[in-house]
């Protein structure tokens, strides 16, 4: 089983990326995106349950970033908006076989599966 992040990049403030998530071999209960910027701690970002519309996001992204899956592919994607040079940092995708209540879904240790990362740069 594999979780295949990309999309990263170099970006303008204001400017906006999407990043994809291919899970290999099976779909996940729950899937999630964390990111974690030198020197800091791995932080959450956004979250949601492969069934039904459950999605939780960081306030730090709120109205910003959007999380959503394409069933055809069984890929998750973080479409991020607005974005602000705080939001520079290596980009994880996570994924745990369990649709996780609401209020585990920010948790890291919540999850058995994590992505390579991908790094998101915005800066002028």
């Known amino acids: 089983v594999q979780l295949q992040a990309s999309g990263g990049g170099l970006v303008q403030p204001g400017g906006s990326l999407r990043l994809s998530c291919a899970a290999s071999?099976?779909?996940?209960?729950?899937y999630a995106w964390f990111r974690q910027a030198p020197g800091k701690e791995r932080e959450f970002v956004a979250a949601?349950?492969?069934?039904?519309?459950?999605?939780t996001y960081a306030d730090s992204v709120k109205g910003r970033f959007t999380i959503s899956r394409d069933y055809g592919s069984n890929a998750a994607f973080l479409q991020m908006n607005s974005l602000k040079p705080e939001d520079t940092a290596f980009y994880y995708c996570?994924?745990?076989?369990?649709?996780?209540?609401?209020?585990?879904?920010?948790?890291?240790?919540?999850?058995?599966?994590w992505g390579q990362g991908t790094q998101v740069t915005v800066s002028s």
């Open positions: 949601f349950r492969w069934s039904g519309s459950t999605k």
């Open positions: 996570a994924a745990t076989s369990r649709s996780l209540i609401l209020s585990s879904m920010a948790h890291k240790n919540a999850y058995d599966y």
């Open positions: 071999g099976r779909t996940f209960g729950t």
